[in-house]
């Protein structure tokens, strides 16, 4: 039976000097041509979650725990069949709205409707089960407001995994767009949709996010990006990624169709250049699949890769030139990050 203490969680939001209450008077307020309300944010944070109740009060913590009053945060429940719904429904902070969409688990869709709902030129994405750290809201407010000449900003992030932490680093210096694109095509960067921010504007100029798309949405959203927008490495780790059992990079069930389908939509991947860089990242999703005791995922994943359609196709061919891939792709991480410091 679910049971929730409404009057602590109520009286919790009130102190800390009546933070709450502040922010209620605050939020200034606009009014759209329709005469309805609504708020002008500094920064707009979306959260798609499905089926997390537990892990995405965790999350909606760490964007309300901020001071400023003038953000706001939007949860898309994407058809959760568990208590989310309840969970959100107890949330009374007036930075925060969420709404329900019918859908079978579709996180870009999510992530198209938190935009399409939220207020401010400024929006970043937070996963379910990741969080923000304490001082990366008002970080990341100051730094557009610094630098207008900027679209998007990609920083790092702290993984945390059962049995240890990591540490993952943009490189310090932003190359010019080509190679921030070659980068991309690569696998070269440490990729996670909690650490990118970017203007309304370049969101909506490149679509958002491809609904079609269920792996390396966040590449494939950047590799339209930089084609026309400015994007920038940051230098922050103040994003921290939770990798629970559930998480879709634990699951490499249907992997090689996502980098099918994510080759597809770059013309760059039909050239020799990337073909073994390919093969390298079929062939470790299958060598991790077996890692975690799955050989059915392992060979289902094989035959996939028999038959793509735009990857170099044949396991043992793969498998053959697994190591040449994997070099190609070290000495460009070297390139772009100097060779004392690999992610």
Request: proline share 4%.
């Amino acid at each position: 039976m679910r049971s929730f203490d409404f009057h602590s969680r109520q009286q919790a939001l009130r102190s800390k000097d009546n933070v709450a209450e502040t922010i209620r008077q605050a939020v200034r307020r606009d009014r759209d041509p329709t005469g309805a309300s609504v708020t002008v944010s500094a920064l707009s944070v979306v959260i798609p979650t499905r089926n997390r109740a537990q892990a995405v009060r965790r999350s909606i913590d760490s964007v309300l725990a901020s001071n400023r009053p003038n953000i706001e945060l939007i949860v898309v429940d994407d058809g959760s069949t568990d208590e989310t719904p309840w969970r959100l429904t107890e949330i009374t902070d007036p930075r925060f709205a969420w709404q329900r969409i019918e859908s079978d688990g579709n996180a870009n869709r999510a992530r198209n409707a938190g935009a399409r709902m939220s207020r401010s030129d400024l929006i970043t994405f937070l996963d379910s089960d990741d969080a923000f750290e304490a001082s990366r809201i008002e970080k990341l407010i100051s730094f557009y407001a610094v630098h207008p000449d900027v679209d998007c900003l990609i920083d790092g992030y702290i993984e945390v995994n059962a049995d240890h932490v990591s540490v993952h680093r943009q490189p310090r210096v932003t190359p010019p767009s080509p190679e921030i694109r070659r980068l991309l095509l690569m696998h070269c960067l440490p990729l996670t949709n909690s650490a990118l921010s970017l203007r309304r504007s370049a969101f909506e100029a490149v679509g958002g996010y491809d609904e079609a798309l269920s792996r390396h949405q966040d590449r494939e959203l950047l590799l339209r990006l930089v084609l026309n927008h400015t994007i920038r490495f940051g230098q922050e780790t103040d994003v921290i990624k939770y990798r629970e059992a559930t998480s879709l990079s634990h699951n490499f069930d249907g992997y090689v169709a996502g980098l099918d389908d994510l080759a597809a939509r770059c013309a760059e991947y039909r050239q020799a250049e990337y073909a073994d860089i390919f093969r390298y990242l079929a062939v470790r999703g299958i060598l991790k699949a077996l890692a975690q005791g799955r050989p059915i995922t392992a060979m289902s994943e094989i035959r996939l890769l028999t038959g793509a359609q735009n990857l170099p196709n044949g396991f043992f061919r793969s498998l053959v030139r697994y190591h040449a891939g994997r070099r190609k792709r070290v000495q460009a991480v070297k390139g772009a990050y100097g060779a004392g410091e690999i992610e």
